[in-house]
């Protein structure tokens, strides 16, 4: 990684991607360790700065770092200043003051991660900003892609399925996914794609089932009710109907398709219990990458350049 940061794909292009994919892949062998850490970030500290609620991502954010020895220290907006009205400026420099090496950030507001990087000194990791960004899930879901289908991802068929138009897993997986060769078509009602697709390197459909024989890879997105500040759908249930992964629809898969999802999932809204515990699901390898992928983050941004182990 060249720069100081991780605010969006775009940072690290696919050379970039390819070096903390394979980073990754060294540290994925170091989490399967009886002690699962290295010694690699001693000294260092990591600050995890969540202004939305995240369970996932921010525990794993905190266990990459630990596993790297690093010291990590933890905000949470209900019991910070920030609920006395404290700014993000005054906060990160509040936080900055103390020494430390890495901010790792989520934000309702798409930017703020940006914002913070040009105040402090530290390196920032985007975590997730309003319905930008999420560069470390596309690592992530190209990790889990590749353990199944090996390096090469070109021609692989991804079908990006939901509430596209709030989605910042969607941004950056489109550029990620692209950046490797994969083609991607995105399917969901009208309403719920983005306003304009300029740029895009993808396809459109609104028809799951037309989709579903040839995909290699169907991607699920959470229907983001929080972002969603006019009806844009008619119901859940129809929803449901139209574009939700049930069973019926799932065994019109190919056989050796994969099924992926960020969480949170809505079960039995985009993707029916069964289908998410079902055999095509890597849904929790998806989780278990993300600590490698993000000890690879990690350490490429605050690493001396040694050795891993
Ligand atoms: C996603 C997020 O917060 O953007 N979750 C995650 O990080 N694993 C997706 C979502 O909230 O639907």
Not at 29 to 42: D, H, N, Q, S
Not at 156 to 170: F, I, K, N, Q, T
Not at 244 to 266: E, F, I, Q, T, Y
């Given at each position: ?6 605010l969006s ?21 170091v ?15 990591v ?33 910070s ?39 402090i ?6 975590a ?13 879901d190209?990790?889990t ?70 995909a ?51 079960r ?42």
């Amino acid at each position: 990684m060249s720069g100081r940061h991780l605010l969006s794909v775009d940072d690290l292009g696919r050379e970039g991607i390819l070096e903390v994919l394979d980073l990754a892949e060294s540290f994925l062998e170091v989490t399967r360790r009886e002690i699962p850490k290295v010694p690699a970030l001693r000294g260092k500290t990591v600050v995890s700065l969540f202004y939305e609620e995240s369970t996932r991502t921010r525990l794993s954010f905190e266990t990459a770092a630990k596993r790297l020895s690093a010291d990590t220290m933890s905000f949470t907006v209900g019991s910070s200043s920030v609920a006395k009205g404290e700014s993000l400026r005054d906060t990160v420099q509040t936080i900055e003051a103390m020494g430390i090496d890495a901010v790792v950030v989520r934000h309702a507001s798409a930017g703020a991660p940006h914002r913070v990087a040009s105040w402090i000194h530290a390196s920032v990791v985007n975590a997730g900003d309003g319905c930008h960004e999420h560069p470390t899930q596309a690592l992530l879901d190209l990790h889990t892609l590749r353990h199944h289908r090996g390096p090469d991802l070109h021609g692989l068929r991804v079908a990006v399925v939901g509430d596209v138009r709030h989605s910042r897993v969607a941004r950056s997986g489109v550029k990620a996914l692209a950046a490797l060769g994969a083609e991607v078509v995105l399917v969901g009602p009208p309403t719920l794609m983005p306003e304009s697709l300029e740029g895009w390197p993808v396809t459109v459909s609104h028809e799951l089932d037309t989709v579903l024989p040839d995909a290699d890879v169907l991607y699920l997105l959470r229907i983001q009710r929080e972002r969603q500040s006019e009806a844009l759908l008619p119901s859940l249930r129809e929803y449901t109907a139209r574009y939700g992964l049930d069973a019926a629809r799932a065994a019109r898969l190919r056989p050796d398709a994969l099924v992926m999802h960020p969480g949170p999932m809505n079960r039995g809204v985009e993707i029916a219990a069964e289908v998410a515990d079902g055999p095509a699901s890597v849904v929790t390898e998806q989780v278990t990458n993300g600590v490698a992928v993000r000890m690879a983050v990690l350490y490429s941004l605050l690493g001396s350049g040694g050795t891993v182990a």
